[in-house]
């Protein structure tokens, strides 16, 4: 199924996908911190992603595959296999750049077969399905930062590896460990360097996925524009592509 429909959310809202850290000069904090030049798959997103900081774009299509409701989470795994996936997220009032605490990031995306949970089977595999797996969210930090554990997404037809993320302010906390109220800001997507996806497409799990894959240049939805449309920067977190990747951008939106 092609991800295309937007019927529970109008894109009304503007907001923006600015660059990996608060501001620019977090890029070299955080190149000083590790002494390590930006690899070949960093360096290409890195200036796109600087010159990006605070400046508006649109949003993206929810998609068919939300559900209200999912666990407030900083590991959204749930034992599934895959490549290891850690995102920072840093949200910032696209305004003034200023952080923005207690906001909600949550994302939602498909496993190494491209099924999402509540919904499996629409890319033809069978699995369980708990309608959990691979949703959640979670509150930023003092200093805008949501931090979560997740796997490097498949893929299905009709659309490239992408990760789809809502952004809430004033949410209440249930017992169940959930959310609920508040005031949604950003609904947008995440997507990933294509010469990182093909390398990862090769390995187990996802190489049992025979659905024919979409591409960055290809797909309906990402619009080309580096950072400031939602592409990671990514870094290795091992020296072969099965040890993961960390995924870094910074939300600016609009409050």
Not at 70 to 90: A, H, N
Not at 195 to 216: H, M
Not at 241 to 248: I, L, V
Request: hydrophobic share 35%; net charge negative.
């Amino acid at each position: 199924m092609t991800d295309t429909s937007n019927a529970r959310t109008p894109i009304a809202r503007r907001a923006v996908l600015a660059a990996t850290g608060a501001t620019a000069a977090a890029l070299a904090v955080g190149a000083a911190a590790t002494n390590e030049a930006p690899t070949a798959e960093t360096a290409d997103t890195v200036p796109i992603a600087a010159a990006a900081v605070c400046t508006l774009t649109r949003e993206m299509t929810e998609g068919p595959y939300y559900l209200d409701g999912q666990y407030v989470r900083t590991d959204i795994t749930e034992g599934k296999p895959g490549i290891p996936l850690k995102l920072t997220l840093t949200v910032v009032d696209d305004d003034t750049c200023a952080p923005l605490s207690n906001a909600l990031v949550e994302i939602w995306h498909a496993d190494h077969l491209g099924e999402y949970s509540g919904f499996v089977g629409a890319n033809g595999h069978t699995e369980p399905d708990d309608g959990t797996f691979l949703r959640g969210g979670v509150l930023t930090n003092a200093g805008g930062v949501a931090n979560i554990t997740t796997i490097y997404p498949g893929w299905y037809v009709g659309r490239c590896i992408h990760i789809h993320i809502k952004v809430h302010t004033n949410v209440t906390l249930t017992p169940d460990g959930s959310f609920t109220g508040g005031q949604e800001l950003h609904t947008g997507q995440l997507y990933f360097s294509e010469t990182i996806t093909t390398r990862v497409s090769r390995l187990s799990p996802y190489s049992a996925n025979g659905v024919t894959r979409t591409t960055l240049a290809r797909d309906s939805i990402y619009d080309g524009g580096g950072a400031a449309s939602g592409l990671l920067t990514l870094t290795a977190l091992g020296s072969s592509p099965s040890s993961g990747y960390a995924g870094t951008l910074t939300l600016g939106v609009e409050r």
